[in-house]
């Protein structure tokens, strides 16, 4: 009995491992026992006797977006904004994330300044307690198809840099439809 009792506990030199998939839309979810226990047993024969891996599910941080621009004049503004859009969508494309990564939100106003037409990266004034250029929100609602992960953006965010949780976890922009905001200001 003592065995058995002595096998739950984990073990404190183990690697832990953290792993998603993918469903049929590409969206983050976690992955079933099955599959853990198939890469358990993939990885069992690179390993020393020694090792122990621990196979985890990371946590998905959902979050939206929103940003203002001005545009340089004689550029359709409705065109532009629509191509900052698309940068912003391959900015947080999932294939460029991985686990752990923060939200670095000069680099982010850099790809949105590249944009042909882009005058310039106003801040938003809604929902921008910190005057960031971009400001970034957690959507979480289980019931909209979201993670149900509620995470304290603002408080996790320090010098324009959006850190994610001590958990693994990674952040994900689910829905680019409608989890972008930008809006144009006016132009320069």
């Not at 009995?1 to 979810?29: C, E, F, H």
């Not at 000069?106 to 400001?135: F, H, M, R």
């Not at 693994?168 to 439809?177: A, D, Q, R, T, Y």
Request: hydrophobic share 40%; proline share 5%; no cysteine.
């Amino acid at each position: 009995m003592a065995t058995k009792k002595a096998s739950r506990i984990p073990n404190p030199l183990a690697l832990n491992m953290y792993v998603l998939g993918y469903d049929s839309k590409k969206k983050l979810v976690n992955v079933n026992q099955a599959v853990k226990e198939n890469l358990q047993t993939y990885l069992g024969q690179y390993r020393m006797v020694t090792d122990a891996i621990n196979i985890k599910n990371a946590y998905v941080i959902n979050i939206g977006v929103k940003f203002s621009i001005m545009t340089r004049p004689n550029f359709n503004k409705n065109e532009v904004l629509l191509r900052a859009i698309e940068t912003v969508k391959t900015f947080f494309d999932i294939d460029r994330w991985q686990v752990n990564q923060p939200i670095v939100l000069s680099d982010l106003v850099y790809q949105l300044s590249l944009v042909d037409g882009v005058a310039t990266i106003v801040p938003p004034v809604e929902d921008n307690k910190q005057s960031l250029p971009i400001v970034i929100t957690n959507k979480y609602k289980s019931a909209n198809g979201y993670s149900g992960n509620l995470y304290d953006i603002d408080t996790a965010t320090k010098n324009g840099i959006i850190y994610p949780s001590l958990d693994p976890s990674i952040f994900e922009l689910k829905f680019p439809g409608t989890d972008i905001e930008g809006r144009v200001v006016g132009d320069n």
